[in-house]
C-alpha cells in the first residue's frame, strides 16, 4: 500500500483540536519564513518497543508500536531554485541549513543531516536526476536521545517528503527499508524496526515485525494494560562513532561467524545470528547450548577472533569490523549472543499470548526478563534506567524494561489500565520530585500510551 493522506482526526483522533493549533502555529511559522505558504505535511509517528531489544539487526523480529510524539514537516517545492533550505520550528536549538541539491554532504550528526539521510535515500532509490529544490520546517515533539526513535521518525519524514515533492509513490514496506538502509549513511547500523513501525502501524496494535522479507502482524495487546513511558532524562548518541550501539552489531556477527564455522559452514557470509539459527535449524533453546558450549566467556581480543576464525587482521577487518568499530580492541560475544537468542525467543513467547486470559501477567514477566537480559548480558542499560524501572516496577508495574538503543533514554512499563493514574504519581515522587531538573521536563517525560496510526501525509 502506498502512504496514506489522513485528516488530523484520523491521524490523532481525539488529540486533533489540538494539534489543528499545532499545525496552523507550524503554516504561519513557515509562511512566515519562507514567504509563502505550504504546499502538503508529512508526519512520521516515534515508537516505543514493547519487547525484543538489540536483535532486528541480528535477523530477528519485534514487536513495537507507534506512539502520538511525532515529527512533522510542512514542505513546499521549489522546481526554479534547485536548492534544500532546512529550518526548526524550535530555531533556538536547532540551527538553520542550506545545500544545493547537488552538493549534498551528509557530515556530523546535527539534526539536518539526519533529514539528508531520508532525502538521499530516495533520490538513490528513484534515480532521481535532478531533484527538486525545497523548502521545509520540521516541528517535532518526540524526545531526542530518549529512545523513542526521534532519528528515524526523522529520516521517515524527510524520506516521504522528499518523494511527495519529487511526485514519487512508494509502496510503505519499500519506503521503510529504504529508510533503514539510508540511515546508515550516519553511522547508524541499525536493523530496520524504526522505519517499519513508523510506516506500517496500526491504531489499537502493535505490531510484530519480520525480516528478509518484511512482514507486520498486528498483534492485540490485553485490554486491561497500559503502557506508560518515563524518561530517564540521561541521553545518548547511538551514531557516535565506535558507539556502544555498534559494537553490538560486530558482537552478534562474531557470534554468528564463530558458530557457522564450527559447524562447517561458510561462515564468512553469515553476518546475523539469525542465519545461523536457520541455517542449523535449531531451537531457541538449542541455540542457547550451542553458545554455551562453543563461544567462550569473556572477552575476545582482535587476536583471538583472528586465530579463532584463522585470519589475518586485514580480513577481519573486512568480513566482521565496520568503519565504525575498526579501533575496538575487545568483544564479549559470549553474552551478547545469550541475549539475542533468549530476547528473539521472548518476542515469540509474547506475540502468542495474544487471546489467553492470563496474557497481561505473563506480558509483564517477559518484559521484566528483557530488561534483566538487557542490562546484565547486554549492558545496554544505566544507573538510572535500572532505578526507573525497579520504580516503576515497584509502583505496580506488571512488567518494566528500558526501550529503544539503551544507555539512557526511555522505559516502558505494562500498568494495569485503572491503575495509571496512582502508577505515575508514584513514579513522579520517586523518581523524577527527587531532582529539580527532572521535575523541570516531567509533562513530556511521564505518559501514558495506546498504539497509534503510522506516518501520513495530512490534509488541514
Not at 203 to 221: M, Q, R, S
Not at 386 to 409: F, H, P, V
Request: net charge negative.
Amino acid at each position: 500500500m502506498p502512504i496514506p493522506e489522513f485528516s488530523l482526526r484520523e491521524a490523532y483522533g481525539d488529540a486533533s483540536e489540538k494539534q489543528t493549533e499545532r499545525y496552523a502555529a507550524l503554516k504561519e511559522a513557515f509562511t512566515q519564513k519562507f514567504g509563502r505558504a505550504p504546499d502538503f505535511f508529512s508526519r512520521a509517528p516515534g515508537r516505543v518497543n514493547i519487547i525484543g531489544e538489540h536483535i532486528d539487526y541480528h535477523g530477528y523480529g519485534v514487536l513495537p508500536m507507534s506512539i502520538s510524539p511525532d515529527i512533522v514537516c510542512a514542505i513546499a517545492v521549489n522546481h526554479d531554485k534547485p536548492v534544500l533550505r532546512l529550518s526548526n520550528i524550535q530555531d533556538a536549538d536547532y540551527k538553520d541549513f542550506t545545500t544545493a541539491v547537488d552538493g549534498v554532504v551528509i557530515e556530523g550528526v546535527d539534526w539536518h543531516n539526519y533529514f539528508l539521510c531520508g532525502w538521499k535515500g530516495i533520490v538513490e532509490h528513484c534515480q532521481l536526476s535532478t531533484p527538486c529544490g525545497m523548502d521545509v520546517m520540521l516541528d517535532g515533539c518526540v524526545p531526542r536521545s530518549s529512545g523513542l526513535s526521534s532519528s528515524s521518525a526523522l529520516v521517515c519524514c524527510a524520506a516521504m517528503s522528499t518523494a511527495r515533492a519529487n511526485c514519487q509513490q512508494i509502496e510503505q514496506v519499500v519506503i521503510a527499508d529504504v529508510c533503514a538502509k539510508c540511515e546508515r549513511y550516519i553511522g547508524t547500523m541499525g536493523g530496520g524496526m524504526d522505519q517499519s513501525i513508523c510506516f506500517l502501524a496500526e491504531v489499537g496494535k502493535a505490531k510484530l515485525i519480520e525480516f528478509n522479507p518484511l512482514k507486520a502482524t498486528a498483534i492485540t495487546l490485553p485490554d486491561s494494560v497500559s503502557f506508560v513511558i518515563s524518561n530517564s532524562l540521561t541521553e545518548i548518541n547511538k551514531a557516535a562513532p565506535s558507539s556502544q550501539f555498534n559494537v553490538r552489531v560486530v558482537e552478534g556477527r562474531a557470534a554468528s561467524q564463530i558458530l557457522a564455522k564450527n559447524h562447517g559452514l561458510e561462515w564468512r557470509s553469515f553476518k546475523k545470528l539469525k542465519q545461523v539459527q536457520d541455517a542449523l535449524g535449531k531451537s531457541f533453546d538449542e541455540m542457547l547450548e550451542l553458545v554455551k558450549a562453543e563461544i567462550q566467556p569473556g572477552l575476545y581480543t582482535r587476536q583471538q577472533l583472528q586465530e579463532k576464525l584463522e585470519v589475518s587482521e586485514e580480513e577481519l577487518l573486512s568480513v566482521m569490523l565496520s568503519p565504525q568499530t575498526e579501533t575496538v580492541k575487545s568483544f564479549n560475544v559470549y553474552n551478547r549472543a545469550l541475549h539475542v537468542f533468549s530476547e528473539a525467543q521472548r518476542v515469540v513467547k509474547a506475540a502468542e499470548l495474544q487471546g489467553n486470559p492470563d496474557a497481561a501477567q505473563a506480558f509483564g514477566q517477559l518484559m521484566t526478563s528483557s530488561h534483566q537480559s538487557c542490562s546484565e548480558l547486554y549492558k545496554c542499560s544505566s544507573v538510572e534506567l535500572d532505578e526507573l524501572t525497579a520504580i516503576c516496577r515497584n509502583a505496580g508495574a506488571l512488567g518494566s524494561r528500558l526501550t529503544g538503543a539503551g544507555w539512557g533514554g526511555c522505559a516502558v512499563s505494562a500498568v494495569p489500565s485503572d491503575k495509571v493514574d496512582s502508577f505515575m504519581a508514584q513514579v513522579k515522587q520517586n523518581y523524577y520530585a527527587k531532582l529539580p531538573e527532572r521535575m523541570a521536563r516531567i509533562d513530556t517525560a511521564l505518559f501514558a500510551t495506546r498504539p497509534g496510526s503510522g506516518a501520513a501525509y495530512i490534509t488541514v
